[in-house]
């Protein structure tokens, strides 16, 4: 029943996504920031898997590309998502959590210890990476 709300859901993300980088796109300094963030999942199931990474990269300035087995047993599996506006990495987890919750409502009580899964408000650097060497933990060196 839950993917009644959240097809309409996801198209308005889809949309207000768009106006947001086209704003971004036309403003003097961008605000461009590239982040890949280490996404520790909830969802399991391969259905659950596809649509959460598709939903991903369908909404404008975030591609879902890979997944990492846990380390440990026991562990989450890892997305790898790129996020184009990610000067704040703890914002773009956040919103991930949000929309794997939306998809899938029986993971909102499973918290991995990132933002939006439960009381976490600050991001370990573990959880993301800047694609520019310079950069470490949101800061320039």
Known sequence: MHVLVYIPWLIKEIFVSGFQLAWHAIKPQSGFDPVVVYYPLRVESQWELFWFSTSITVTPGT????????????????????AVLGSDPADVVAGLA???????????????????????????????SYPDSRRKGGEAK
Do not use: C, N, T, W
Not at 63 to 82: N, T, Y
């Open 63 to 82: 591609l879902s590309f890979g997944f990492r087995e846990p380390k440990e047993p026991g562990a989450p599996r890892i997305l790898l998502v790129q």
């Open 98 to 128: 949000d929309m794997e919750a939306r998809l899938a409502p029986r993971v909102r009580e499973i918290d991995h210890g990132v933002p939006g899964q439960g009381s976490a408000e600050e991001l370990s650097e573990e959880f993301y």
